[in-house]
């Protein structure tokens, strides 16, 4: 898996890294078990340093996304559970998305179009 990271975004570069793993995971880029690059071979790859990179594996296993292990590094997570909704976090997240579409005059229906596609195909645009 690629990772990209936009220099000039607003999204900090831990959080980039995050969202497209987790992305990898959801459109199955990323299979359940796969071994993730090591903190610096990541980094290096990238080009940042190896603390941002160790932050964003932090946020995913604290987020049930990935396991950790000294010996074998940084692995998908095997299974994930299924809660069937969504965390009040990304409630309020798809709350703020829906208000800014509002805002842009999109109408309901083209709005719907747009979660159906990427909620089926797994195909989300990059940051």
Known sequence: MVISIRDGSDIPIYQQIRNQIVLG????????????PTVRALAEEIGINTMTVSKAYQILKSEGYIITDRRSGARVQSSFRRQGEMTAENKELLRK????????????EVFREECERYYSEGNIVDE
């Not at 995971?25 to 993730?36: F, H, K, M």
């Not at 998305?97 to 309901?108: L, Q, R, T, V």
């Open 25 to 36: 995971i959801s459109d199955g880029r990323l299979q359940p078990g796969e071994q993730l």
């Open 97 to 108: 998305i829906i208000s800014e579409a509002k805002i842009s005059g999109m109408s309901w």
